[in-house]
């Protein structure tokens, strides 16, 4: 029952690799983020994805991209994998459907580690 | 630029005692303002949150305090525990813009 889960948990590869993570929230939110938590722990918002529109930060690089095939899902893909794309990828999902309803529930992380 | 300035970055606080992170801003656009919890390999979770027109929220043994008009707000954890031992962020939302600022993390240790 778990509310936002990603897979994988773990993820090791060799640099210039293309790599995907897959994120699913069963909670029935509109809004769905990426978020990147480095080495001393800055998370730091990649996208935010809300009905079909894409906000994204403009610090990211195009090499990633995310993909949302419906609502409960939001994938994020990372193409030409660097050294510096090594840190713990979130995803999280929120309601947003009122003042205080927007609580951000955040998935168990994932590891990429790029060698 | 960081739309959510954090201090301190850790913090060593005795059993018992009151724990104070300090967070600020700069756009006065937000409207929503979390604290998360975060422990070694869990995501972040929400703690409490306050709207800009409070000036104090408690629940529990946390308190948020918010200054408008210094554009600051800080967490108080009263009768810090061990089990409180972890990271805490401060946040800051827009309701029209879909975004959710972290602060950079302070790191709390409570000492037996």
């Known amino acids: 029952d778990t509310a936002v889960s990603q897979t994988p948990k773990y993820l090791v590869t060799q640099m210039g690799n293309d790599k995907s993570i897959k994120?699913?929230?069963?909670?029935?939110?509109?809004?769905?983020?990426?978020?990147?938590?480095?080495?001393?722990?800055?998370l730091k918002i990649m996208f935010s994805y809300n009905n079909k529109e894409l906000i994204i930060n403009e610090t990211v690089p195009n090499r990633f991209s995310p993909k949302s095939p419906d609502k409960a899902h939001l994938n994020l893909h990372i193409n030409s994998l660097e050294l510096g794309d090594s840190a713990v990828y979130f995803c999280a999902s929120s309601p947003r459907t009122g003042w205080l309803m927007r609580e951000a529930f955040f998935g168990q992380g994932t590891r990429l580690t790029v060698v | 630029q960081q739309q959510v300035k954090q201090s301190p970055q850790s913090l060593i606080v005795q059993k018992g005692g009151i724990s104070i992170i300090n967070c600020a801003y700069e756009n006065t656009a937000f409207d929503y303002f979390p604290w998360y919890q975060q422990f070694p390999g869990k995501g972040p979770a929400l703690l409490i949150a306050i709207r800009p027109d409070v000036s104090e929220k408690k629940e529990g043994r946390f308190t948020i305090s918010f200054n408008k008009s210094a554009k600051q707000f800080s967490l108080h954890i009263m009768d810090s525990q061990p089990g409180d031992s972890a990271t805490y962020f401060c946040a800051a939302d827009t309701i029209g813009a879909n975004n959710l600022f972290f602060g950079t993390g302070t790191r709390l240790t409570v000492i037996p």
Request: aromatic share 20%; hydrophobic share 20%; charged share 30%.
């Open chain 1, 23 to 42: 994120c699913e929230q069963n909670l029935g939110h509109d809004t769905m983020y990426w978020y990147k938590q480095d080495s001393k722990k800055f």
